[in-house]
């Protein structure tokens, strides 16, 4: 019924940019949360930015000022906008929204698929 689906990933040269994007469709009663995760080969998952309905933000440290956050509330759709990549950006970026679905007393998160960005000469 609720899917996330996420698009934007690809390999580019360090210094380069990527858009990854996330829509979250479905019976969507309402969304508390947005956010991204990265995952590199043999690391655990880090949280790499997120955004909240109020429009409240934070990054991982790594990325301020490189990466941006943003969401389409009409479209239930969050952004990420990824400047001056560098190798160590390399990752499987997931999405994930903290959300109430129709017919659910309490929220609980969803997950994207994961899209591949890989940063390299």
């Known amino acids: 019924q609720v899917q996330l689906v996420e698009s934007g990933g690809g390999l580019v040269q360090p210094g380069g940019s990527l858009r990854l994007s996330c829509a979250a469709s479905?019976?969507?009663?309402?969304?508390?949360?947005m956010a991204w995760y990265r995952q590199a080969p043999g690391n655990e998952r880090e949280l790499v930015a997120v955004?909240?309905?109020?429009?409240?933000?934070n990054y991982t440290d790594s990325v301020k000022g490189r990466f941006t956050i943003s969401r389409d509330n009409a479209k239930n759709t969050v952004y990420l906008q990824m400047n001056n990549l560098k190798p160590e950006d390399t990752a499987v970026y997931y999405c994930?929204?903290?959300?109430?679905?129709?017919?659910?007393?309490?929220?609980?998160?969803?997950w994207g698929q994961g899209t591949q960005v890989t940063v390299s000469s």
């Open positions: 994930k929204a903290n959300m109430v679905v129709a017919g659910r007393r309490y929220d609980g998160n969803y």
């Open positions: 479905g019976s969507i009663f309402k969304i508390n949360s």
């Open positions: 955004i909240t309905n109020g429009g409240s933000i």
